[in-house]
């Protein structure tokens, strides 16, 4: 067999990190790369004739097996991929946004014309998880996905958790530092993270989920008062992509902050590394945790599924059944309102006789109880500050019983892990 030939769009961080690893391999060649400006700098030294700012050259190129997708965004990716897929050519994408805009359309597409899409890099960077579920876990019915998938902002929540800083404060920090972007939105607001969970619990609970019925948050808002009262009942408090599914096929997929237990392993992922927690049966449950983006890391990653095609291209007529995307049914989504959690309530209340009673009862009232309720002296202004803790309880519940505390201030709500 003759080495696989793969055209690449896109040479930014992720491309050269794959044009690198790639350097000496006996399977590969690389035929063609697209790129949007020819005349860029580059941290790799790519023969002329090899480099184009035509990607036609790539996703039509009739001696191109394998189309590698490393430009990110939906437009004009998918339009490429669908030429390259009625092409002939298996795809290869570190796509979040795509895969979760409209992987259903393109894993479609890619069945009907008998190719695969492999997007390993594209969850969780560096840390092999699509490959892992859809082989050595595929006898396991899998219920839950606990995950930090996003680098910048694990990196901003640990620098808040460590220095006692705020979060404008890291935030202007990590932009220096090249970890967090000039408009810092899709990572801060949970963009990112929504997009890699939704494909993940797509995979594991083999159920389409939509990106629409994924409920995010993001960390804007977390104080540093909360990181340090969260530190003092022993908690972290960490940005989580959240599937679980029930026995009826009720997916409730989410991201938003919470307060991790120090007991659960994902309190201790600090900085830019990510971790996927899965529980299923008959696992159990595990953790996989590592570098969740960078150039090598997520070439890794890419690498990795070229390779996947190169090993079986030429020898079957049905490539890689086990990696392929074809579930029909769909999850039903459960509104966040319906969800049911744990509580961290941060108030600040009147300093007057009776409000911790008062709060008490507000809850009390909605069957909600309390695993702990604090206050801790007096401030200046004769306000008290005042942290509850909630048993599980409805999120419509807890929605009311912050409305009814209108003559305190309710700094923070944020859920608790189980
Ligand atoms: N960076 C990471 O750590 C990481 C981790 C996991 C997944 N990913 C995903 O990997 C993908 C690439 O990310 P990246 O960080 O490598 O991006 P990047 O550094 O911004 O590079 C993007 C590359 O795409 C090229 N490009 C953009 N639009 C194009 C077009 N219309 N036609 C041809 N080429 C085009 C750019 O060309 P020029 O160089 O000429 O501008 C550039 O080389 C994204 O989907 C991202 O979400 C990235």
Redesign the pocket.
């Known amino acids: 067999m003759g080495k696989l030939r793969i055209g690449i769009?896109?040479?930014?961080?992720?491309?050269s990190g794959v044009y690198k690893t790639l350097q000496g391999n006996d399977s590969v060649e690389i035929v063609k790369i697209?790129?949007?400006?020819l005349n860029?700098p580059r941290s790799v030294n790519v023969p002329a004739d090899i480099i184009t700012d035509n990607?036609d050259e790539v996703i039509k190129n009739p001696s191109i097996d394998v189309v590698v997708e490393?430009?990110?965004g939906v437009n004009?990716a998918y339009e490429y991929l669908e030429t390259a897929i009625k092409n002939g050519k298996h795809i290869v994408t570190?796509?979040?946004?795509l895969l979760a805009k409209r992987g259903e359309e393109l894993f479609n597409l890619a069945e009907e014309y008998n190719k695969v899409v492999l997007y390993e890099?594209?969850i969780a960077?560096g840390i092999p998880i699509i490959m892992p579920i859809k082989t050595i876990l595929a006898g396991n019915k899998i219920n839950k996905i606990h995950a930090i998938l996003n680098g910048t902002t694990n990196y901003i929540l640990t620098k808040m958790d460590t220095e006692g800083a705020s979060y404008e404060d890291v935030l202007k920090e990590a932009q220096a530092l090249g970890y967090a972007e000039t408009d810092p939105t899709g990572d801060v607001e949970g963009f990112d993270a929504a997009y890699k969970i939704t494909t993940l619990a797509t995979i594991a609970f083999k159920k389409r989920v939509k990106i629409e019925n994924v409920y995010r948050e993001g960390i804007t808002k977390i104080r540093k008062e909360d990181m340090a009262k969260a530190n003092e009942l022993g908690f972290k408090i960490k940005l989580i992509a959240s599937a679980e599914i029930d026995d009826n096929g009720n997916a409730d997929v989410r991201v938003h902050p919470m307060l991790v237990s120090k007991d659960n392993m994902l309190a201790h992922i600090d900085y830019v590394t990510n971790a996927v927690l899965i529980s299923g049966h008959p696992i159990g449950s595990i953790v996989l945790s590592g570098p969740g983006?960078?150039?090598f890391p997520?070439a890794s990653s890419v690498v990795g599924d070229i390779l996947a095609i190169a090993a079986e291209f030429g020898k079957t007529d049905y490539m890689l059944p086990m990696m392929r995307c074809n579930h029909t049914q769909k999850a039903n989504p459960v509104k966040i309102e319906d969800t049911y959690n744990k509580y961290y309530i941060s108030i600040t209340a009147p300093n007057a006789i009776g409000v911790i009673a008062k709060i008490g009862t507000i809850c009390a009232n909605k069957n909600i109880s309390l695993s702990s309720i604090l206050q801790k002296g007096v401030s200046e202004d004769n306000t008290a500050d005042i942290t509850v803790i909630t048993e599980t309880c409805q999120e419509k519940l807890i929605r009311e019983v912050v409305e009814e505390l209108k003559d305190c201030t309710v700094n923070s709500l944020i859920r608790v892990a189980s």
């Open positions: 769009i896109g040479l930014g961080t992720v491309g697209a790129v949007k400006n860029k990607p490393l430009i990110g004009p570190a796509n979040k946004e890099a594209a960077g983006a960078g150039e997520t």
